[in-house]
């Protein structure tokens, strides 16, 4: 339940950040406005293109949208699934460090949370006092590193990455 509330909180961040950066009409309206379609993978390629998010944050969207995708397609998917497994694999961004052994499941399930939440928290900022574009650069994430014992997050920045 996490994963698909994470991704939709994500699809509607990119999708008003995306809205409030194109000039209003219906087209606008149609694509991005609250009765759109577009699931994550097609927003997060949107919010590329304009400039709102960087290539890792992209890259991090679609794998978040394939995991997700799985969990939702499958009564029976879990984080104990070997294909939910590799798909949280090839997340970018993401590291934990762990004092203690951990099961697989619970690292791709911890994986997938830090960095959907983060992504949230991220966006959320970044886009609060968004205006209509004008070549502003961002400084995308390029890399999150969470300690699971303590909790503490080491973040990386880049600009127009």
Known sequence: ???LLISGMLEELLRNAIFK?????KTTEDLFGPDSNLALTALAKHAR???LIGDSELSALKHLANIRNRIAHSWSAD??????????E???IIQLKSTKETDLHQIAFSKTDYLGIHLITEFSNRFQDLSPF???DFEFLSSVKVDTSTGEKTVKRNINS
Request: charged letters at 25%; aromatic letters at 4%.
């Open 1 to 3: 339940a996490r994963v």
């Open 21 to 25: 950066t194109l000039k209003p009409n």
């Open 49 to 51: 293109t304009l400039g």
């Open 79 to 88: 984080f104990t699934d070997a294909e939910i497994q590799k798909d949280v």
């Open 90 to 92: 090839k997340l970018p």
């Open 134 to 136: 004008n070549g502003n």
